[in-house]
């Protein structure tokens, strides 16, 4: 297992926005969302990778070398609950990536993840909603709440690679709580974003969230009031990305 970044701050995005969170970010992803065009400079070679914003926790052989690897649940409790030894009060756990479900039948992660339940942690999964979880199996991640930020067309990813209806029907049946989360920017609001939402949310009774594209607060602002529009126009809600017109876009808050 690697973990990329743990760090408390507040959520930026969706439901809890605002709610005080304890994140721990870890390493891999299933999908390379090229198209939302952020820019990194890699570690390895000093090339120019382009991706999403979680570039560094996605690409593992750009960025590896930054991971701290964790053969054992309890170190990786320890290392993440260190940020939280000094409040009286439990944040949400928010668990990221990359794509945090690509890890989901790890014994080091299941490990983990049963001791920040036994702890009294309101877990919370950022997940892409392609990894198709075996709840029967793993009945653990019935314990905890998804939201679920499935790609669109504007990630650049293959639409048989970035949507899997059945796996996102399994989170809503099984989960404790789920919600959709969808990045807009103008040009797909124009184009097909009604129509692709629809088409991945339909039959599913669950709290719809759009948000604005973009790494900064130039970005943000570019794109925040076609969303706010689309969302009034459609009956969605708006989420802003608190951390980033705050911290700009640095990284661990
Ligand atoms: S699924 Fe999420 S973390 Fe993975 S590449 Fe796409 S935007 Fe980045």
Redesign the pocket.
Known sequence: MYLVESFLSIQGEGKYAGSPSLFARFGG?N???KG?GCEFTSPLDNSKLI??D?LY??NEKHFKSEWESFNNSQELFSKITSHVKDINYLPHLVIT???PLIHYKNPVFCGFLELVLDRGFNVFFET?GSVNIDFDAFPLYKKVRFAM?V?LSN?GEKYKKRVNKKAVQSIVLHAKEAFFKFVLDKKIIKQSAKKEILDITSGFDMPIFCMPLGKNRAEIKKNASSVVLFCIKNGYNYSDRVHINLWDNKKGA
Request: some cysteine.
């Open positions: 992803c999908l390379n969302c939302f991706g999403c979680s926790a996605v990536g990359g794509e892409n930020s790609k990630s």
